[in-house]
């Protein structure tokens, strides 16, 4: 099961977050300092925790300058207020163990002041009303009573009715033709049916009519029969910081006591070195009796069996510091010329268990002897390694500013193990740095901020903010991106914009999906923000002969900037690419969302709730974005509405596309390889 869409209100800065959505692998929160972010992690670690985390406490959790107005002068019930909310998805294996018509379901869960829960099941057929069976157990009661009344020895009294009727009045006299159908009385009714079964006639008209209320109410207790399921498939929220560290040496008689003695210490980094020996598959007192010495006069038999307790550690400790270096060279990018070909060694020697870094030449030093970046790469893998591998498999992650130690380029290595992590563990994490907001991520972003206390922390689902310092970290990966593209590859694309950028990737995406060819590896591909800027860019760059196309749209903006002669004389008309030079259809003005119509209506209909197929297809040759923008009203983005591509097409091949948009696609990615040849 996965999150797909949450919220937080009352929770310190947060008074209301708003809904913001949760994509299926990575999520990235950004947004400057004191925005709330981390508030926002501890909210959701609280919907779900693990073992060991505590609840909401009001006092503490409820923002402090609404306190009294509303805890204490009680106008909030913490009984009914609800913190944090999270509405969740199945997957896919998930979905083959229930009805068909149950699989889209949405389970919502949500945790209140008083850490009492909630959940219901949304999307699924609607709840069943009384009046779906009120007349059919009205019209089946006289048939009972008769044939109950006939059955009784005669004279005898009360009349067996008379108990029938007040058994089916009792489960029934509250409610009326609109109550819901809760599985209680569903219970209650079936048990009243059975029991009564034997004075309905066989073969009749009323039989038949039992079999209808049996079925109906078997909808029932299938409904609360899923809703259960769901909770039992919640996944656990985990939230990881920067605070953990392992430390280089552990005594081991010193942490078994003090693990023993439930008097752990934060200042000799004992969450850090528990996770480590679960990860090793080790207790601190296992390894610690490994580490005394055997009596000189023990048997043979006893000195062969302390051997193999000794080999068994250190065949297990070799295997462990293997799979470790593995994931550190991974982000590490060892340089043997600069000496960085490191590899990670645990060793137990007699009470003191030791994390070493071994160099290219042999030389091992302490863990706490290498840079700050590489004890927190080694300590997050330790930790992340052993929670996942214990009773955290189903488990949402939480990072708090991970790899802020790391340098630059480090991050963006430790990007893609990010990546790599929200394939087995859906991911949010929070970040200040560009390094770690990929230039083909930005649709993966939610942007966090606080305008004033009194509103409060907010989550944008859009790419926008008040605060010029929430856009930060997008602005300079953007920025990053863009200079490492600039003026040192051959081959350049340039785009009106983000979202162009978005189709066009997307689109190479699901050709390479298919085996078909997609863009050029070596093409940069660089949106401009509009179409008057493609010029500057464009001429720019062929000034420093390089080779450039433009791609533009084939509105009026589009033909204003595809005309200018100083884009023509730099780069010439065959290397201007039009959309209308390869859309099919009947728009006479074509942009580049025209090329995905029908997709992007069949998108827009059923991942935003904009109705626009009867308004499309009345106006067929009006652009889809204007179609679009006149059905969602002020709910219509253009980023909006890319990004839901982009979630689409990680999930779809390019056979899902419509023929037209099929020849589309591979016409305008066969152009921009032929015009950057």
Not at 111 to 131: E, F, G, M, V
Not at 394 to 417: C, V, W, Y
Not at 464 to 479: N, R, W
Not at 631 to 637: G, I, N, P, W
Request: net charge negative.
């Amino acid at each position: 099961m996965r999150l797909i869409k949450a919220r937080v209100q009352g929770y310190r800065s947060i008074i209301d977050s708003g809904y913001f959505d949760v994509e299926q692998m990575k999520t990235i929160l950004v947004g400057p300092n004191e925005a709330g972010k981390t508030a926002l992690l501890q909210a959701l670690q609280k919907l779900n925790p693990p073992a060991g985390v505590s609840g909401f406490d009001p006092l503490r959790d409820y923002p402090r300058s609404k306190y009294d107005e509303d805890i204490e002068c009680g106008k909030i019930d913490p009984s009914k207020f609800t913190v944090v909310e999270g509405h969740f998805a199945l997957s896919d294996e998930e979905k083959e163990t229930i009805p068909i018509e149950y699989r889209d379901l949405v389970y919502v869960y949500g945790k209140r002041l008083d850490n009492s829960t909630w959940h219901r099941l949304d999307n699924i057929p609607a709840q069943l009303l009384y009046n779906a069976i009120d007349k059919d157990i009205l019209r089946l009661l006289p048939h009972i009573e008769s044939n109950a009344d006939a059955a009784q020895p005669q004279g005898t009294l009360p009349a067996k009715s008379v108990k029938i009727r007040q058994d089916i009045n009792s489960i029934i006299q509250t409610l009326t033709a609109t109550s819901t159908l809760t599985n209680k009385i569903a219970t209650e009714i079936i048990k009243w049916l059975d029991a009564n079964l034997s004075f309905i006639t066989e073969g009749s008209q009323e039989e038949k009519r039992y079999d209808k209320i049996k079925k109906v109410l078997a909808t029932v207790a299938l409904r609360d029969n899923i809703l259960t399921q769901c909770n039992d498939k919640l996944p656990t929220f985990i939230l990881f910081n920067n605070y953990f560290r392992v430390h280089p040496s552990i005594h081991l008689l010193n942490l078994a006591q003090r693990i023993e003695q439930k008097l752990l210490d934060d200042e000799q980094y004992d969450y850090g070195n528990v996770c480590l020996l679960k990860f090793l598959g080790f207790t601190a007192n296992e390894l610690s009796k490994a580490g005394m010495v055997t009596p000189a006069n023990s048997s043979s038999e006893e000195v062969q069996k302390y051997k193999d307790i000794l080999d068994r550690r250190d065949y297990r400790l070799n295997a462990a510091s293997i799979r470790l270096t593995d994931e550190i060279c991974r982000v590490w990018n060892p340089n043997t010329d600069k000496g960085e070909a490191s590899k990670l060694r645990i060793k137990a020697d007699g009470q003191y268990l030791k994390v070493v870094v071994e160099d290219e030449l042999g030389v091992e030093v302490e863990l706490n002897q290498r840079s700050e970046g590489f004890q927190w790469l080694v300590s997050f893998f330790v930790v992340f390694f052993s929670e996942s591998s214990d009773e955290h498999r189903n488990a949402i992650l939480l990072l708090d500013e991970p790899g802020m130690s790391l340098h630059g380029l480090k991050q963006a290595e430790f990007r893609e193990t990010l990546s790599r992590l929200s394939e087995a563990n859906q991911t949010i994490f929070t970040t200040h740095s560009p390094f770690l907001v990929g230039a083909n991520e930005l649709d993966l972003v939610r942007v966090v901020e606080m305008i004033n206390r009194k509103q409060g922390t907010l989550v944008h689902t859009t790419v926008t903010a008040a605060d010029s310092a929430a856009l930060l970290p997008l602005q300079e990966a953007l920025g990053y991106d863009l200079a490492q593209s600039l003026f040192f590859n051959q081959k350049n694309l340039v785009l009106e914009g983000l979202t162009d950028y978005w189709y066009i990737e997307a689109i190479s995406s699901l050709l390479a999906s298919d085996k078909k060819a997609c863009i050029d590896d070596k093409i940069a591909m660089i949106p401009a923000n509009c179409a008057g800027k493609v010029v500057y860019f464009a001429t720019i760059l062929h000034a420093q002969n390089l080779k450039v196309a433009a791609l533009l749209d084939s509105d009026s903006e589009g033909d204003l900037a595809a005309n200018q002669d100083t884009l023509v004389n730099a780069l010439g008309n065959k290397k201007i690419l039009r959309t209308k030079d390869v859309y099919k259809g009947k728009v006479a003005a074509p942009e580049i969302e025209d090329l995905l119509r029908d997709t992007l209506i069949a998108i827009a209909e059923s991942s935003l709730g904009w109705s626009v197929i009867a308004k499309a297809t009345q106006q067929a040759t009006r652009p889809i974005v204007d179609v679009m923008e006149d059905s969602a009203k002020k709910d219509f983005s253009k980023y909006k509405l890319a990004k839901a591509f982009l979630r689409w097409a990680r999930e779809a091949t390019f056979s899902d596309l419509t023929k037209d948009e099929q020849s589309s696609c591979i016409a305008i990615v066969d152009k921009i390889n032929k015009a950057l040849k």
